[in-house]
């Protein structure tokens, strides 16, 4: 019957496509700014579709020359939206190694307290980092803070300000350490909140409920019922909204799944739940999307190291086919949420794989359309809505750049990246301009999504 005529498959349509937990009434916002429509990015009232960059070093540069190199060569590539991390923390026994070193830092901890540094060996290169960006028609994401260890992340939060704990999740919890996130949190928002250079704000780089040095507690996942890091994103968005009516507020989350029914994958002749889709990580990228100050959600993939275990004869497991399905559940998540959603990370090792497994994915990520499970037939009635590729985002992990002069071009900025003979830091991920045939997947893939923003 709902298909008995043009005009009912035409009501039926509307009605899917508004079944949304985003607010009806969109917050305007000023020119420059970007915003959402539906599953889709808009700037000034166009569509907006881009091709990002990762760049986690950028505000560890010293030279200016060194930064606009950085954002030429991204610019030339077609780079739209860098990501960037806006925390770099340290505490007190480090502070006189990173004066010495020239080592980029934005609070101390100095055993009671954080304290600021706003200084020129601190947020004053965030500052310039966030304004060449704009010199060079870049929008930049700011994550607030890190689930990883790196960087002053919040694993060195709960070492330092509570001693006593023993696993991660007091991180989202405990009512100090929030307090300290958000006294930095609104620091940054008040310090850029006006400027159109940002694209959004990013609560935490890939919140799990584990880390690098600590366990998770029992009860953080969503199975244990506790849902530690959906009340913690919902909390942390609704402060951010507070603080700043019109910027983007997004996750950071790695997009783990909590499915009633995760997907299985075969390992050693068991058929084993998946982490990614069971909620054990302690992302329920579902529930995230629906918070009303989630603005869109990001998901990463890398295969190659979270499913080491697999590579074994008789495993149906194909790197190439899993980010396929990775990406369409994430897709489809994004369109019953109708909010955008933006492939934030992925990265393989190795030239080979590199230059095989890319195009498919990233294909597939920017062109695939709306799925509606309601209403498969929407891409098919095309006299009546073409079925147009969606406006999204994808942000390899990572563009790199080469040519770079700083210290000789041997800095070690801090763990163990290093700027190499010119070449930006490489983790076995990055791939640079001499390498055509992995650059020109992205700077075509860029082409494509600038004549989309029109
Ligand atoms: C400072 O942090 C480092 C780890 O980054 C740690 O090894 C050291 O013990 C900390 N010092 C103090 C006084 O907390
Ligand atoms: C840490 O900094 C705070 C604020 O500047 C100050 O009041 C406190 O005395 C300092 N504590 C130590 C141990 O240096
Ligand atoms: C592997 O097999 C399982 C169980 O049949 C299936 O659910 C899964 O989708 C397959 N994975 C791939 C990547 O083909
Ligand atoms: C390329 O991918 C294969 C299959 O996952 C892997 O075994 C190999 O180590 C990768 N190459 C590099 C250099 O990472
Ligand atoms: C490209 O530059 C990188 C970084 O300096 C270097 O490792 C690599 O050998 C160069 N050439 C090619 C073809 O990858």
Redesign the pocket.
């Known amino acids: 019957m709902l298909f008995s005529t043009l005009l009912s498959a035409l009501a039926f349509t509307a009605v899917a496509s508004g079944a949304a937990n985003s607010p009806t009434v969109k917050r305007s916002v000023p020119p420059g700014f970007v915003t959402t429509k539906g599953t889709q990015f808009e700037l000034d009232g166009k569509p907006f579709a881009f091709v990002g960059a990762n760049s986690y070093w950028l505000p560890l540069l010293v030279t200016q020359n060194d930064v606009e190199h950085t954002f030429k060569t991204m610019s030339d590539a077609g780079v739209k939206v860098l990501r960037t991390w806006g925390f770099n923390a340290i505490n007190g026994s480090e502070l006189a190694g990173a004066k010495e070193s020239g080592l980029t830092y934005y609070q101390v901890w ?4 954080f ?1 600021l540094n706003a200084g020129s060996q601190g947020l004053e290169r965030l500052d310039n980092v966030i304004e060449t960006a704009g010199k060079y028609g870049i929008k930049v994401i700011l994550a607030f803070s890190n689930n990883w260890v790196g960087y002053g992340g919040s694993d060195l939060f709960i070492q330092w300000m509570t001693p006593e704990s023993t696993t991660h999740d007091v991180f989202f919890t405990n009512p100090k350490i929030v307090a300290a996130y958000q006294s930095y949190v609104r620091t940054i928002v008040e310090r850029y909140k006006n400027s159109p250079n940002i694209f959004a704000w990013e609560m935490l780089n890939e919140a799990r409920c584990s880390s690098d040095t600590f366990p998770s507690g029992p009860s953080c996942t969503p199975a244990s019922g506790a849902q530690s890091l959906l009340k913690w994103y919902k909390e942390q968005s609704d402060f951010v909204r507070s603080l700043d009516p019109h910027h983007l507020i997004t996750t950071g989350g790695e997009g783990h799944f909590f499915w009633t029914n995760p997907r299985t994958y075969w390992f050693d002749g068991q058929l084993v739940s998946d982490y990614n889709w069971n909620g054990q990580a302690g992302e329920d990228f579902d529930g995230n999307l629906a918070l009303p100050n989630i603005d869109f959600a990001t998901y990463h993939m890398y295969p190659q190291s979270w499913y080491t275990e697999l590579d074994f004869p008789g495993s149906n497991f194909s790197i190439a086919n899993w980010g396929l399905e990775w990406i369409d559940d994430h897709i489809n998540a994004g369109n019953k949420a109708n909010k955008p959603i933006v492939l934030e990370e992925f990265g393989l090792g190795g030239l080979d794989n590199k230059t095989q497994i890319y195009p498919g994915w990233v294909q597939h990520a920017l062109d695939t359309k709306h799925a509606y499970v309601l209403f498969p037939l929407r891409c098919s009635v095309i006299v009546l809505m073409p079925c147009l590729p969606l406006h999204r985002g994808i942000m390899p992990w990572q563009f790199g750049v080469l040519g770079l002069t700083e210290d000789g071009g041997n800095r070690i900025i801090k763990y163990a990246d290093a700027i190499n003979h010119g070449a930006s830091p490489n983790d076995g991920n990055t791939f640079y301009s001499n390498q055509t045939a992995v650059w020109n997947i992205f700077t075509r893939a860029a082409k494509i999504q600038a004549q989309r923003s029109r």
């Not at 100095?110 to 307290?113: A, I, Q, T």
């Open positions: 100095n055993s009671s307290s304290s």
